[in-house]
């Protein structure tokens, strides 16, 4: 293998099926996707979570990519394959990718949107030009230290691309549907960038992480109320203040602690995150002037 | 333990959260839901599985109930545990109970519903006394070599609530209610059964069960189309003759069969489905008369 420009990797978690099945339709069919002159190289990210049909195996391969943790004596499943993929495709990899494009899913229902960590120039640049194209929201990750060691954090440029809602374990055209298009348009600022033609719209709108909210629960851990109903498929729309915020089983409501109102809540009732004891996090919705150096960073990581 | 009336069972199915949480709620705080006199016992089907979170471990325990398969000397997890389960509760077994009720959960949406396993006259009296108070749909499965063993065939009179959309491992509060009422309806009506005062309607409605559908395979079994956009959440609507079935990743689509036109689907996309190659069932409305005989056969049985 030689370097290429884009990494696209599909089944992170072993029990998101949607991207890869469009991966490996695009296998057999190369001109399902225009790469529009780019190279792009398809990985299946965790192919032993995938045969068994779960999230992981021993550990959450897309919390794995801690520095310190790689360079551990750690013997896990997902640390072996967060390394084999470092080697094989990262930066100082035996064929270096410049991007990598990690497609997920999602139970929330978010619809389409894009998940970027932390604020590097390229990465903003990226999640703006599919912003103009597809007017998809932004989830800025940062600041959260018990939520560590994505994937494409080690990539010089990448984001999330994040489709629900659906369960796990099922296919689903709709959602084949929206990570193509999702897909297609991060390739196509890509491209754009490298030819110089590259636009961004004037402000980047995020919705930046500022904490994680848990249900209430018993002395033995299990939660004692649930969501309440009213915020189900509620993503993206700010919390009003005093809103029904729990209910446990007799009917009776718990409201919105006060310091949540006006926030925006994401990943409602993520299945996957039950274990994080992640009910919903909660985001600050910002308009960000974008700056010149985004592009000439995206520029000049294509060009290189 | 003593006999009981109604032996209530949940997380039959590992991954379907919603029902043994209300059970535990119910253990609780036993006002949660009035037994309106009936003795209820409250048992979680497959523990090993739910604390895995997984549907089941070896195989699926709501398809081990075959009278063969029991008295072999097959040891997986879930035969063990049907064993036990009816060595506890079943009609010969400890402490015998009348009724049982399968508490379940689908990813299809198809809101509230009872699946009916086969024409037992108490079974149908259970069915349309419930339908009479809350109009819920009844799925009456039949006639499917491929799919046999449900627990509830063993109790004298027995169906399973069926609650969707939910994904595998979410806990909802809008599944949890409906799953709750539609309990609190087979319990009164076994409660009126018992007291002479069992209404039934003049008609049931039934879906009846014909077979099933798969996706299109490739040469390693592989789904090579999905189903179509257009077929999402439209469980109990009939198919109209020529409608896009399924959708390959190209965007071709393929028509519905013909012989499946002005059929009913039920379980479109249920997530366990996909490895027992089902895509929907295909079922045949039907209006049956009640007959008298139905309601004497829940009636003896509540008595004896």
Redesign the interface.
């Known amino acids: 293998m030689t370097s290429c420009d884009v990494l696209v990797v599909a089944g992170t978690h072993g029990n998101e099926l949607n991207a890869p ?2 991966l ?3 296998d057999r ?1 190369p001109e ?1 996707i225009d790469s529009l002159g780019l190279s792009c190289r398809r990985v299946i990210g965790n192919p032993d979570a995938r045969a068994a049909g ?1 999230r992981y195996l021993d550990r959450d391969l897309n919390r794995s990519f801690q520095p310190e943790l790689l360079a551990g004596d750690g013997q896990e499943v997902e640390l072996r394959r967060a390394r084999e993929l470092l080697a094989d495709h990262g930066p100082s990899g035996a064929s270096p990718c410049r991007v990598a494009l990690d497609l997920h899913s999602t ?1 929330a229902g978010m619809g389409s949107s894009l998940v970027v960590y932390g604020r590097r120039p390229a990465d903003l640049a990226l999640a703006g030009g599919v912003q103009r194209l597809l007017g998809l929201p932004v989830y800025l990750h940062e600041s959260d230290a018990a939520q560590t060691g994505f994937l494409v954090e080690r990539w010089p440029c990448g984001l999330v691309i994040e489709v629900g ?10 959602v ?2 929206q990570t ?1 298009l999702a897909l297609e348009a991060c390739l196509q600022v890509l491209s754009e960038a490298r030819s110089g033609l590259g636009h961004l719209p004037r402000a980047l709108v995020v919705h930046r992480h500022l904490r994680s909210l848990d249900l209430l629960r018993d002395e033995h851990g ?3 109320a ?4 009213s915020l ?1 498929g509620t993503d993206w729309r700010p919390l009003e203040a005093g809103a029904p915020w729990l ?4 009917g009776t409501v718990l409201n919105l602690p006060e310091d949540a109102a006006h926030l925006t809540p994401v990943f409602i ?1 993520e ?2 995150y ?1 274990e994080k004891r992640i009910a919903l996090s909660l985001t600050r919705r910002e308009v960000w002037p974008v700056l010149p150096t985004w592009m000439e960073a995206l520029k000049e990581l294509m060009d290189g």
Do not use: K, M, Y
């Open positions: 099945w469009l490996e339709q695009w069919q399902l779960t139970t809602p659906v369960p796990q374990g099922v296919l689903e055209s709709r084949v549907i193509q299990q939660p004692s649930l969501l309440h109903p189900h209910r446990r089983a007799d009732n299945a996957a039950a």
